[in-house]
């Protein structure tokens, strides 16, 4: 798709910083309140906690291929039963000390995210918490995976989906959408969903995720626009 997913997420801040604070009154959040400092800190403090989920994933992975059991690893770590293992697993959090413990044992033979895949974790993270957020007291929940948030990045800074979407044959929008679907794959520990699609179902997967996240993704990259890495290729010019 051209330019590196860091790039496309700045695009995204600089073309959509006009939209982002009738985007926040939309969803009866002030930007002009006392209070909204709180909400632009815990939004990143949201993001952080996604981060910290994307190491703990690969961390657990890497514990999991060297330990075997839970068990095993849970004696490693100086924890009494496997069963704290199924929480860090459940939760995405582990502890600072256990943490450390973890790349203490782990040493050269751990496999971290890329920053890339950290950042699109803890995006994804705040975004859901922006939409959870916005819903009120409803019950529901909303989580939209990495994954999908990239998909969304590229769709939101596509040239070329608007007037394929507008266009009374199918076939140029079929093919943008499984081109943004096989293109844009990060790399997980496990598959996602979005493989494997057909042409019209990745159409499909794309125009729901702009209807139910675009402006989650726009008041998410603008209100943390620091967190979005430096491409390096820009960073070594």
């Not at 860091?6 to 695009?11: G, H, K, N, P, S």
């Not at 939409?131 to 990495?146: C, E």
């Not at 139910?212 to 290729?233: G, H, K, N, Q, Y």
Request: net charge neutral; proline share 5%; charged share 20%.
């Amino acid at each position: 798709m051209g330019s590196s997913l860091c790039d496309r997420m700045m695009t995204i801040y600089d073309n959509c910083s006009s939209r982002f604070k009738p985007l926040l009154q939309r969803y009866n959040i002030d930007p002009y309140s006392n209070d909204f400092d709180g909400f632009l800190l815990a939004v990143k403090n949201q993001f952080f906690i996604g981060v910290h989920a994307a190491y703990q994933e690969f961390i657990l992975q890497a514990l999991i291929e060297e330990y075997r059991t839970r068990q095993n690893i849970a004696d490693a770590l100086g924890l009494k039963t496997g069963t704290s293992i199924s929480h860090i697993s459940k939760s995405g959090t582990i502890d600072g000390v256990r943490l450390t413990a973890a790349m203490f044992l782990l040493q050269d033979g751990i496999m971290l995210p890329t920053q890339v895949y950290a950042a699109l974790s803890g995006f994804a993270r705040a975004a859901s918490f922006i939409k959870t957020s916005a819903n009120g007291d409803k019950p529901k929940i909303w989580v939209i995976p990495p994954q999908d948030f990239s998909y969304l990045v590229s769709l939101l800074t596509s040239k070329s989906w608007d007037s394929a979407y507008h266009n009374a044959h199918l076939a140029p929008l079929r093919e943008l959408a499984w081109q943004i679907i096989n293109e844009e794959n990060i790399p997980t520990l496990r598959p996602v969903s979005s493989e494997g699609l057909r042409p019209e179902q990745c159409v499909l997967k794309l125009v729901e995720l702009k209807q139910s996240w675009e402006d989650f993704a726009i008041i998410t990259l603008c209100a943390i626009p620091e967190c979005i890495p430096v491409d390096e290729r820009r960073a070594k010019r």
